[in-house]
């Protein structure tokens, strides 16, 4: 064909490009099924059960009901001295000796443990020589005193004794110059020398007293410094006696577990004497009763088929995890064989039993600020959660303000599981109601 020759016009439509297709395996009715498909899926799920599938056997169900509510409070209470005393070492040592068992009963002034401390018994040995030693060095100035004092008798008693001879001669001579015996001379010359011996006694006398005076207050001073050394001698002895820890009261010793052989600082604790004629019981109290709970509230003990009256003593002011701490003590007499550390149930009356309507303590779940719970349906079959107003909460009782009806049935226990659930759908038989009126 040239190059100049037209194209066939099939050519040029792409008409000889078409082929026939063979038939369509798929039935029409197929097809139908694919478009109906999400039609019928939209159906299951509409008619499928509702709500999350629990077994019935691992739930329990109780009864809303109306009665006597109780305004009660049950605390687990942990048992305490009231007293305690603790025993802390003022001295520091090696043990020597241990006297006592952790548990024993104490009298006061028993020895405890003996430490040893070489350095104290040095300080006392050290004392005791320094006091010695100024203890001599007092006896020799009380020595010289008395010395001094017995010299200066002896000397004023001579010069007394010159003054009166003295005195005695000028009178001689004053009544001899009288009659013309002696010359007026002699007389003038012994009324001076008596002048002389009087002057010489008096100022005898001022020197002793002086001396006398000085020696008394070095004396004196004396006696402060072996008074002070003796004091500070009492107070290293003391110390040294502090090596043997005594009971500082009557009790049971608790938490001792000294060694022999071991070494202890001063201020470290050695143990605690308990007093055990006066208890105190400690407990946890939640947050949510904290305005209820307040020093003087009545409680009660029961032990040994006895019920004994308790009362708050005093509660905590700050609240720490969501818990707060309280102490009740016996009103009277406590139960005989009590020890520390043991744990008792104790009652706590918040206010008088009062008609109202009450489900069991457990009942409920938090949701938010409020709470709900898991209703029965009447064909037994779903659980629906629903919000309900609940008022005071007892030991065994939670009080119903609304959203509940008496009679209606309501899962008791954990409910966490289940949480983001509305509606729970039971398999089986549920479990027999838990709650029972309360007497």
Known sequence: MSAHQPLPLHALSGAGMDRVLPASRWPRWRRAAWL???????????????????????????????????????????????????????????????????????????ALVQLSNPQREQEVLARTAEVAQQLANLSTLRAAQAGAQAQWRRELAQRRHEL??????????????????????????????AELQRQLLLQAEQDSQAELQVRAQTVSEMERAVQGLSAGLTLVRQAAERLTVRAPADGQLSGFSLQPGSVIRPGE????????????LSAEVDEFYDARIQPGLGAQLLQGGKTWPLVLRERQATVQQGRFKVEFAFVG?????????????????????AAALWL??????????????????????????????????GSAQVEVLGGLRAGEQVLVGPTAAYEGHAVLRLSGVPAVAASQPLH
């Open 164 to 193: 009166a001879l003295a005195g005695e001669e000028a009178e001689r001579l004053q009544a001899l110059a009288a009659q013309g015996f002696v010359s007026p001379l002699a007389e003038r010359t012994a009324r001076r020398q």
């Open 333 to 353: 007499d406590a139960p005989e064989g009590l020890r520390p550390g043991q744990s008792f149930e104790i009652g706590v009356r918040l206010g008088a039993p």
């Open 360 to 393: 069991p303590t457990g009942a409920y779940l938090a949701d938010g600020g409020g709470a709900s719970v898991y209703v029965l349906d009447p064909d037994g079959r779903h659980a629906r959660r629903r919000p309900v107003q609940l008022g005071r909460r």
């Open 269 to 280: 604790r050695l143990g605690r004497i308990d007093d055990l004629r006066s208890w105190l």
């Open 36 to 110: 109906l498909l999400p039609a019928v899926a939209i159906l299951a799920w509409a008619l499928a059960p509702e709500g999350l599938r629990v077994p019935a056997e691992t739930l329990q169900l109780a009864a809303v009901q109306q009665g006597p509510f109780r305004d009660d409070l049950a605390l687990r209470a942990q048992l305490r001295p009231q007293h305690q005393l603790m025993i802390d070492a003022t001295e520091g040592g090696r043990v020597e000796a241990v006297l006592v068992k952790d548990g024993q009963a104490l009298r006061a002034g028993q």
